[in-house]
């Protein structure tokens, strides 16, 4: 089941900018009070988190060390002002310093 989003609203009806996150059916309609505390809520919108090809996390997957090596690449990291060392990949020299 989808989690939901939902603004707690004031007694005026408008948002206090807190928000509450229920687990909640996708037939379900969408609730006006809180389950627990009865306060005013209503539903916001908020973009899906969706892991797709591009998504952060597989991003993070793709641009690991291990797999950038595996793919044939090189990667520098800085470890100090002016001086990088290789993290990954086999080709290059083992460090970079600015005053190379």
């Known amino acids: 089941m989808p989690i939901y989003v939902y603004d707690?609203?004031?007694k005026k009806g408008k948002p206090t900018g807190k928000t509450v996150e229920l687990v909640q059916s996708m037939k379900d309609d969408a609730l006006t009070a809180h389950p627990d505390t009865g306060q005013s809520i209503r539903r916001a919108i908020t973009a899906p988190a969706i892991a797709g090809?591009?998504?952060d996390i597989k991003g993070k997957?793709?641009?690991?060390?291990?797999?950038?090596e595996r793919l044939g690449f090189t990667k520098y990291e800085r470890k100090g002002k002016g001086y990088?060392?290789?993290t990954a990949g086999k080709e290059g020299p083992r460090s970079i310093s600015a005053d190379d």
């Open 61 to 68: 997957s793709a641009l690991s060390n291990s797999n950038l």
């Open 84 to 86: 990088m060392e290789r």
């Open 8 to 10: 707690i609203l004031d």
């Open 53 to 55: 090809k591009w998504s």
